[in-house]
Protein backbone atom coordinates (compact mmCIF):
# COMPACT_ATOMS: atom_id res chain seq x y z
CA UNK A 1 0.00 0.00 0.00
CA UNK A 2 1.42 3.71 -1.10
CA UNK A 3 0.13 6.86 -2.41
CA UNK A 4 0.46 7.21 -5.85
CA UNK A 5 0.64 10.90 -6.99
CA UNK A 6 -2.43 11.91 -9.50
CA UNK A 7 -0.39 13.95 -11.73
CA UNK A 8 3.09 12.69 -12.03
CA UNK A 9 2.72 9.00 -10.98
CA UNK A 10 5.08 9.40 -8.09
CA UNK A 11 4.60 6.85 -5.36
CA UNK A 12 5.35 7.67 -1.41
CA UNK A 13 4.80 5.85 1.71
CA UNK A 14 1.50 6.51 3.35
CA UNK A 15 3.81 7.28 6.73
CA UNK A 16 4.52 10.72 4.94
CA UNK A 17 3.39 14.17 6.69
CA UNK A 18 3.50 15.83 3.03
CA UNK A 19 -0.20 16.90 1.75
CA UNK A 20 0.70 16.38 -2.00
CA UNK A 21 2.75 15.41 -4.40
CA UNK A 22 6.36 17.61 -4.49
CA UNK A 23 4.60 18.61 -8.31
CA UNK A 24 1.41 19.30 -6.76
CA UNK A 25 -0.77 16.65 -7.59
CA UNK A 26 -3.23 14.53 -5.12
CA UNK A 27 -2.52 11.54 -3.70
CA UNK A 28 -4.62 8.66 -4.31
CA UNK A 29 -4.22 4.98 -2.55
CA UNK A 30 -3.08 2.25 -4.32
CA UNK A 31 -4.52 -0.19 -1.75
CA UNK A 32 -6.21 -3.83 -3.12
CA UNK A 33 -8.34 -4.91 -0.37
CA UNK A 34 -10.37 -7.91 0.02
CA UNK A 35 -13.03 -8.42 -2.20
CA UNK A 36 -16.20 -7.20 -0.89
CA UNK A 37 -18.27 -10.28 0.67
CA UNK A 38 -21.05 -10.69 3.51
CA UNK A 39 -18.67 -13.85 4.99
CA UNK A 40 -16.13 -11.51 5.72
CA UNK A 41 -18.25 -8.90 7.42
CA UNK A 42 -17.07 -8.72 11.08
CA UNK A 43 -20.99 -8.57 12.27
CA UNK A 44 -19.43 -8.80 15.74
CA UNK A 45 -19.22 -5.18 15.57
CA UNK A 46 -22.41 -2.46 15.02
CA UNK A 47 -20.63 0.40 13.54
CA UNK A 48 -18.10 0.85 10.19
CA UNK A 49 -16.01 -1.62 12.25
CA UNK A 50 -17.57 -4.23 10.48
CA UNK A 51 -16.00 -3.43 7.43
CA UNK A 52 -12.75 -3.28 8.49
CA UNK A 53 -11.30 -6.25 6.61
CA UNK A 54 -12.07 -4.30 3.68
CA UNK A 55 -10.30 -0.44 4.93
CA UNK A 56 -6.62 -0.31 5.30
CA UNK A 57 -6.78 0.82 8.75
CA UNK A 58 -5.24 -1.39 11.67
CA UNK A 59 -8.23 -2.50 13.50
CA UNK A 60 -7.00 -1.86 17.24
CA UNK A 61 -6.65 1.95 16.80
CA UNK A 62 -9.82 2.09 15.06
CA UNK A 63 -11.57 0.68 17.52
CA UNK A 64 -9.60 2.67 20.21
CA UNK A 65 -10.72 6.20 18.87
CA UNK A 66 -14.16 4.91 17.25
CA UNK A 67 -17.29 6.62 18.20
CA UNK A 68 -19.70 3.90 17.21
CA UNK A 69 -20.03 5.62 13.43
CA UNK A 70 -21.74 4.16 10.70
CA UNK A 71 -24.96 1.65 10.51
CA UNK A 72 -27.35 3.73 9.83
CA UNK A 73 -30.74 3.25 8.76
CA UNK A 74 -32.57 3.49 5.73
CA UNK A 75 -36.07 5.15 5.92
CA UNK A 76 -38.69 4.41 3.05
CA UNK A 77 -40.11 7.87 2.54
CA UNK A 78 -42.56 6.86 -0.05
CA UNK A 79 -43.00 4.30 -2.91
CA UNK A 80 -40.10 5.40 -4.70
CA UNK A 81 -37.97 7.50 -2.30
CA UNK A 82 -35.52 5.88 0.33
CA UNK A 83 -33.43 7.70 2.45
CA UNK A 84 -30.02 7.26 4.56
CA UNK A 85 -30.09 8.22 7.32
CA UNK A 86 -26.64 9.58 7.87
CA UNK A 87 -27.26 12.62 10.00
CA UNK A 88 -27.27 10.01 13.65
CA UNK A 89 -23.77 10.07 13.62
CA UNK A 90 -21.84 10.84 16.73
CA UNK A 91 -21.67 14.18 15.03
CA UNK A 92 -24.48 14.77 12.96
CA UNK A 93 -22.86 14.53 9.78
CA UNK A 94 -21.67 11.59 7.36
CA UNK A 95 -18.43 13.25 7.61
CA UNK A 96 -17.87 10.72 10.45
CA UNK A 97 -17.47 7.81 8.43
CA UNK A 98 -14.46 9.73 6.75
CA UNK A 99 -12.59 11.43 9.94
CA UNK A 100 -12.90 7.79 11.85
CA UNK A 101 -10.34 6.11 9.60
CA UNK A 102 -8.42 9.31 8.47
CA UNK A 103 -7.98 10.51 11.92
CA UNK A 104 -7.25 6.56 13.14
CA UNK A 105 -4.63 6.75 10.29
CA UNK A 106 -2.93 9.88 11.61
CA UNK A 107 -2.53 7.92 15.31
CA UNK A 108 -0.94 5.34 13.47
CA UNK A 109 1.67 7.49 11.58
CA UNK A 110 2.46 9.45 15.25
CA UNK A 111 0.99 13.04 14.58
CA UNK A 112 0.70 14.82 17.27
CA UNK A 113 -1.05 18.04 15.28
CA UNK A 114 -3.97 18.65 12.38
CA UNK A 115 -5.28 21.35 10.80
CA UNK A 116 -8.45 21.57 8.24
CA UNK A 117 -10.71 23.65 6.80
CA UNK A 118 -14.37 23.69 6.14
CA UNK A 119 -17.91 24.88 6.36
CA UNK A 120 -18.39 23.19 9.51
CA UNK A 121 -19.35 19.60 9.47
CA UNK A 122 -16.02 18.17 8.54
CA UNK A 123 -14.42 20.43 10.82
CA UNK A 124 -16.35 19.22 12.81
CA UNK A 125 -15.79 14.98 12.58
CA UNK A 126 -12.02 16.06 12.00
CA UNK A 127 -12.27 18.19 15.84
CA UNK A 128 -14.12 15.32 17.85
CA UNK A 129 -11.84 11.95 16.55
CA UNK A 130 -9.05 14.02 16.85
CA UNK A 131 -10.04 14.97 20.58
CA UNK A 132 -10.73 11.17 20.87
CA UNK A 133 -7.30 10.14 19.90
CA UNK A 134 -5.27 13.14 21.50
CA UNK A 135 -4.45 14.87 18.88
CA UNK A 136 -4.36 18.62 18.43
CA UNK A 137 -6.20 20.41 16.17
CA UNK A 138 -7.08 23.92 14.33
CA UNK A 139 -10.24 24.31 12.28
CA UNK A 140 -10.43 27.14 9.79
CA UNK A 141 -14.11 28.18 8.85
CA UNK A 142 -15.19 30.80 6.59
CA UNK A 143 -17.27 33.61 7.59
CA UNK A 144 -20.62 32.93 7.88
CA UNK A 145 -20.36 29.27 9.36
CA UNK A 146 -23.27 28.28 11.33
CA UNK A 147 -22.59 29.67 15.29
CA UNK A 148 -24.01 25.93 16.21
CA UNK A 149 -21.27 24.27 14.18
CA UNK A 150 -18.41 26.79 15.54
CA UNK A 151 -19.77 25.31 18.92
CA UNK A 152 -19.69 22.21 18.30
CA UNK A 153 -16.23 22.36 17.04
CA UNK A 154 -14.37 24.19 19.70
CA UNK A 155 -16.47 21.85 22.40
CA UNK A 156 -14.18 19.03 21.52
CA UNK A 157 -11.37 21.54 22.66
CA UNK A 158 -10.11 22.28 19.12
CA UNK A 159 -8.95 26.11 17.74
CA UNK A 160 -11.38 27.40 15.78
CA UNK A 161 -9.63 30.42 12.83
CA UNK A 162 -12.36 32.23 11.22
CA UNK A 163 -11.34 33.40 7.54
CA UNK A 164 -13.06 36.24 6.20
CA UNK A 165 -14.35 35.53 2.40
CA UNK A 166 -15.31 32.80 0.69
CA UNK A 167 -14.85 28.86 1.11
CA UNK A 168 -12.00 28.84 -1.73
CA UNK A 169 -10.48 31.55 -0.20
CA UNK A 170 -10.51 29.36 3.78
CA UNK A 171 -8.95 26.87 2.00
CA UNK A 172 -5.89 28.53 0.82
CA UNK A 173 -5.06 30.28 4.27
CA UNK A 174 -5.38 26.90 5.68
CA UNK A 175 -3.21 25.38 3.18
CA UNK A 176 -0.31 28.01 3.68
CA UNK A 177 -0.30 26.87 7.44
CA UNK A 178 0.12 23.60 6.35
CA UNK A 179 2.70 24.90 4.05
CA UNK A 180 4.81 27.18 5.80
CA UNK A 181 4.13 25.79 9.54
CA UNK A 182 4.55 21.64 8.12
CA UNK A 183 1.19 20.89 10.01
CA UNK A 184 -0.40 17.22 9.52
CA UNK A 185 -3.28 18.93 6.29
CA UNK A 186 -6.22 16.18 7.88
CA UNK A 187 -8.36 17.15 4.81
CA UNK A 188 -11.50 15.30 3.68
CA UNK A 189 -10.47 16.18 0.54
CA UNK A 190 -6.26 16.06 -0.29
CA UNK A 191 -6.35 13.12 2.20
CA UNK A 192 -7.51 9.54 0.00
CA UNK A 193 -7.91 7.59 3.59
CA UNK A 194 -11.38 9.86 4.13
CA UNK A 195 -12.62 7.95 0.77
CA UNK A 196 -11.46 4.88 2.33
CA UNK A 197 -14.68 5.68 4.99
CA UNK A 198 -17.38 7.12 3.21
CA UNK A 199 -17.29 4.07 0.67
CA UNK A 200 -18.77 2.50 4.21
CA UNK A 201 -21.80 4.55 3.03
CA UNK A 202 -22.41 2.26 0.08
CA UNK A 203 -21.24 -1.04 2.02
CA UNK A 204 -24.40 -0.55 4.48
CA UNK A 205 -26.74 0.06 1.74
CA UNK A 206 -25.84 -3.28 0.32
CA UNK A 207 -25.95 -5.06 3.54
CA UNK A 208 -28.94 -3.91 4.53
CA UNK A 209 -31.09 -4.13 1.47
CA UNK A 210 -29.64 -6.74 -0.18
CA UNK A 211 -29.73 -5.02 -3.49
CA UNK A 212 -28.61 -1.18 -4.42
CA UNK A 213 -31.27 1.11 -5.82
CA UNK A 214 -31.21 1.95 -9.48
CA UNK A 215 -30.66 6.29 -8.86
CA UNK A 216 -28.28 7.43 -6.10
CA UNK A 217 -28.29 10.95 -5.43
CA UNK A 218 -25.90 12.80 -4.07
CA UNK A 219 -24.38 16.42 -3.22
CA UNK A 220 -21.42 17.23 -4.78
CA UNK A 221 -19.38 19.96 -3.45
CA UNK A 222 -15.78 18.59 -2.68
CA UNK A 223 -16.68 14.69 -3.71
CA UNK A 224 -16.16 13.94 -0.01
CA UNK A 225 -19.12 11.68 -0.23
CA UNK A 226 -19.56 11.03 -3.79
CA UNK A 227 -16.05 9.52 -4.45
CA UNK A 228 -16.59 7.05 -1.54
CA UNK A 229 -19.70 6.59 -3.30
CA UNK A 230 -18.24 5.29 -6.26
CA UNK A 231 -15.39 3.63 -4.68
CA UNK A 232 -18.01 1.78 -2.67
CA UNK A 233 -19.71 0.83 -6.10
CA UNK A 234 -16.71 -0.21 -7.75
CA UNK A 235 -15.75 -2.90 -4.81
CA UNK A 236 -19.42 -4.50 -5.33
CA UNK A 237 -18.97 -4.66 -8.95
CA UNK A 238 -15.66 -6.02 -8.47
CA UNK A 239 -17.03 -8.64 -6.06
CA UNK A 240 -19.80 -9.57 -8.88
CA UNK A 241 -22.35 -7.97 -6.28
CA UNK A 242 -24.05 -5.80 -8.98
CA UNK A 243 -23.63 -6.11 -12.62
CA UNK A 244 -23.71 -2.75 -13.41
CA UNK A 245 -23.74 0.56 -11.89
CA UNK A 246 -26.65 2.37 -10.70
CA UNK A 247 -27.60 5.77 -12.22
CA UNK A 248 -25.63 8.13 -9.80
CA UNK A 249 -26.79 11.75 -10.14
CA UNK A 250 -24.84 14.17 -8.46
CA UNK A 251 -26.18 17.36 -7.02
CA UNK A 252 -24.74 21.08 -7.23
CA UNK A 253 -25.85 24.55 -5.99
CA UNK A 254 -27.26 26.71 -8.59
CA UNK A 255 -25.13 29.21 -7.20
CA UNK A 256 -22.01 27.26 -7.54
CA UNK A 257 -21.63 24.62 -9.66
CA UNK A 258 -18.06 24.49 -11.37
CA UNK A 259 -18.60 20.55 -12.38
CA UNK A 260 -21.88 21.03 -13.60
CA UNK A 261 -20.47 23.70 -16.05
CA UNK A 262 -17.62 21.66 -17.41
CA UNK A 263 -19.83 18.73 -17.60
CA UNK A 264 -22.30 20.87 -20.35
CA UNK A 265 -19.03 21.64 -22.01
CA UNK A 266 -17.62 18.15 -21.67
CA UNK A 267 -14.31 19.37 -19.86
CA UNK A 268 -12.20 17.80 -18.21
CA UNK A 269 -11.72 20.24 -14.92
CA UNK A 270 -13.93 22.29 -13.87
CA UNK A 271 -15.39 25.79 -15.09
CA UNK A 272 -13.80 28.95 -13.65
CA UNK A 273 -16.97 30.73 -12.13
CA UNK A 274 -17.46 33.06 -8.93
CA UNK A 275 -19.78 31.47 -6.40
CA UNK A 276 -22.72 33.50 -5.67
CA UNK A 277 -24.49 33.32 -1.86
CA UNK A 278 -25.99 30.05 -1.05
CA UNK A 279 -28.11 27.92 1.15
CA UNK A 280 -26.04 25.09 0.18
CA UNK A 281 -23.35 26.33 1.82
CA UNK A 282 -21.46 22.42 2.50
CA UNK A 283 -21.57 22.16 -1.29
CA UNK A 284 -20.47 25.84 -2.27
CA UNK A 285 -17.11 24.60 -3.93
CA UNK A 286 -15.68 27.00 -6.33
CA UNK A 287 -12.53 25.27 -6.95
CA UNK A 288 -12.64 21.37 -6.01
CA UNK A 289 -9.08 20.18 -5.84
CA UNK A 290 -9.76 16.63 -6.81
CA UNK A 291 -12.19 18.36 -9.79
CA UNK A 292 -10.27 16.51 -12.83
CA UNK A 293 -10.69 13.23 -10.70
CA UNK A 294 -14.51 14.02 -10.56
CA UNK A 295 -15.16 14.47 -13.77
CA UNK A 296 -13.20 11.58 -15.03
CA UNK A 297 -15.73 9.33 -12.99
CA UNK A 298 -18.65 11.07 -14.26
CA UNK A 299 -17.81 10.43 -17.63
CA UNK A 300 -16.69 6.93 -17.28
CA UNK A 301 -19.61 5.68 -15.28
CA UNK A 302 -22.36 8.39 -17.21
CA UNK A 303 -23.26 10.43 -13.89
CA UNK A 304 -25.89 13.15 -14.14
CA UNK A 305 -24.99 16.26 -12.56
CA UNK A 306 -28.26 18.48 -11.68
CA UNK A 307 -28.19 21.62 -9.74
CA UNK A 308 -30.98 22.36 -7.33
CA UNK A 309 -32.84 25.22 -7.19
CA UNK A 310 -32.16 27.91 -4.47
CA UNK A 311 -36.02 29.21 -4.26
CA UNK A 312 -36.96 25.24 -3.60
CA UNK A 313 -34.78 24.36 -1.03
CA UNK A 314 -36.46 25.76 2.35
CA UNK A 315 -39.80 24.62 0.72
CA UNK A 316 -38.18 21.41 0.51
CA UNK A 317 -36.12 21.09 4.13
CA UNK A 318 -39.98 22.19 5.57
CA UNK A 319 -41.38 19.27 3.91
CA UNK A 320 -39.25 16.72 5.29
CA UNK A 321 -39.52 17.90 8.53
CA UNK A 322 -43.20 17.47 8.18
CA UNK A 323 -42.21 13.99 7.69
CA UNK A 324 -40.02 14.37 11.22
CA UNK A 325 -36.71 14.22 9.53
CA UNK A 326 -34.94 17.77 10.21
CA UNK A 327 -32.25 18.25 8.08
CA UNK A 328 -29.64 21.33 7.58
CA UNK A 329 -29.63 23.29 4.31
CA UNK A 330 -27.24 21.38 2.13
CA UNK A 331 -29.12 18.43 3.03
CA UNK A 332 -32.28 19.87 1.63
CA UNK A 333 -30.61 21.41 -1.11
CA UNK A 334 -30.39 17.51 -2.50
CA UNK A 335 -34.05 17.06 -1.98
CA UNK A 336 -34.98 20.20 -3.65
CA UNK A 337 -33.51 18.55 -6.79
CA UNK A 338 -34.51 15.37 -6.40
CA UNK A 339 -37.90 16.48 -6.79
CA UNK A 340 -37.05 18.78 -9.70
CA UNK A 341 -35.24 16.47 -11.54
CA UNK A 342 -37.63 13.43 -10.85
CA UNK A 343 -40.72 15.06 -11.94
CA UNK A 344 -39.10 16.32 -14.96
CA UNK A 345 -38.62 13.29 -15.99
CA UNK A 346 -41.25 11.36 -14.23
CA UNK A 347 -39.15 8.87 -12.94
CA UNK A 348 -41.05 6.15 -11.34
CA UNK A 349 -37.72 4.39 -10.30
CA UNK A 350 -36.97 3.57 -6.69
CA UNK A 351 -33.89 6.86 -5.30
CA UNK A 352 -31.91 7.12 -2.27
CA UNK A 353 -31.03 10.20 -1.01
CA UNK A 354 -28.40 11.07 1.65
CA UNK A 355 -29.34 12.77 4.60
CA UNK A 356 -25.88 14.21 5.28
CA UNK A 357 -26.22 16.38 8.45
CA UNK A 358 -28.90 17.41 10.77
CA UNK A 359 -30.86 20.73 11.49
CA UNK A 360 -29.98 21.34 14.79
CA UNK A 361 -26.61 22.50 13.41
CA UNK A 362 -28.12 25.61 11.65
Not at 103 to 112: E, F, L, N, S
Not at 289 to 300: A, C, H, M, N
Request: with cysteine; hydrophobic share 35%; glycine share 8%.
Amino acid sequence: MEYICSRCNKTEDITTHKPVCECGGLWKLNYKGKKFSNKMIEKGHWNMMRYKNFIPIDSEIWEEISLGEGMTPIVRLNKNLLLKMDYLMPTLSFKDRGAAVLIAHCRDIGVKSVVQDSSGNAGNSIAAYSARAGIECEIFVPEGTSEKKIEMIKSHKAEVTTVPGSRDHCAEVCRKKVRTEGKYYASHVYNPFFYEGTKTYIYEIYEELKYIPKNIYVPLGNGTLFIGIVKGLEDLLEAGLIEKMPQIIAVQSENCAPIAEAVQKVAKTPAEISPAKTLAEGIAIGKPKRGPEILDYIYKYGIDVITAPENKILQAKAELAAEGIYIEDTTAATYAAYLKYSQSREDDTESLLPMCGAGLKK
